[in-house]
């Protein structure tokens, strides 16, 4: 089947599954259940989820609606606890940024170091089977406590969890470079820093692309969490703010954009790894 042919019906197949999904979830919402008469003060109190008998998740509509209001003016600021969901964005990301880059800096070079050193790699190993499988969540009241900035704090969760996956691929990467290119480079005698950036970085390349593209999944979900714990502004804090708040339209319209920038994310080191990917 030819690709142009096989995307475009699986476009039409996607479009139909959401369909059916919005349709049901507009019905499941509708005001279809029975109603009883009740004292109007109770009702009153009530409000019109009982009093209609529509259901208080609201439909695909209400969240639709809620969705243009934000995008009509996405960077308002009226105080500590009420800004624009563009503002709230901003903030997760610049932490996701600050954390992911961090670990970038410290993960490859040590990556290469546990790949190109079979000593290093037996030396490293235990430490970071002992820290790896620790919940990045687990390090925040240390980090509370010893930097005592919640956003610094946030940043440094991030960088913890972004540095495993990384690590582990780079080394992976590297110590899986063809060794008959290490020998050619050899007799060549092209120096060991000559070798790591013009033989074995293009080998492992798209090994090392692979590590930080989970890790920046993995930072993604992380940050929400983080925000939800220290609060302040992000748009794990906007969720955990709405939902105090009682409002599903909001948290709702949060999960959606949270799953849409982690895609989009996703999808920029998945087009940089085709990039440094080739054909043997």
Sequence with gaps: MPPASLNLRALIVSLGLLAAFLLAWQIGTSGLAKTEAMDPEYAALMGTSATTGKSAMPGPLDVAATIWGHLKNPFYD???NDKGLGIQLAYSIGRVALGYGLAVLVAIPIGFLIGMSPLMSRALDPYIQILKPVSPLAWMPLALFTIKD???SAIFVIFICSLWPMLINTAFGVSGTRKEWINVSRTLEVGPLRRAFTVIL???AP???????ISIGIA???????????GGTGIGYF????WNNLSITNVITSILLIGLVGMILDQLLARAQRLVTFPE
């Design 202 to 204: 293009p080998a492992a």
């Design 150 to 152: 919640s956003g610094l």
């Design 78 to 80: 009226r105080g500590p």
């Design 220 to 230: 993604w979900l992380v940050i929400v969490a983080a925000e939800m714990l220290v």
């Design 207 to 213: 090994t090392i692309l692979t590590g930080m593209r």
């Design 239 to 242: 969720v955990w703010n709405e």
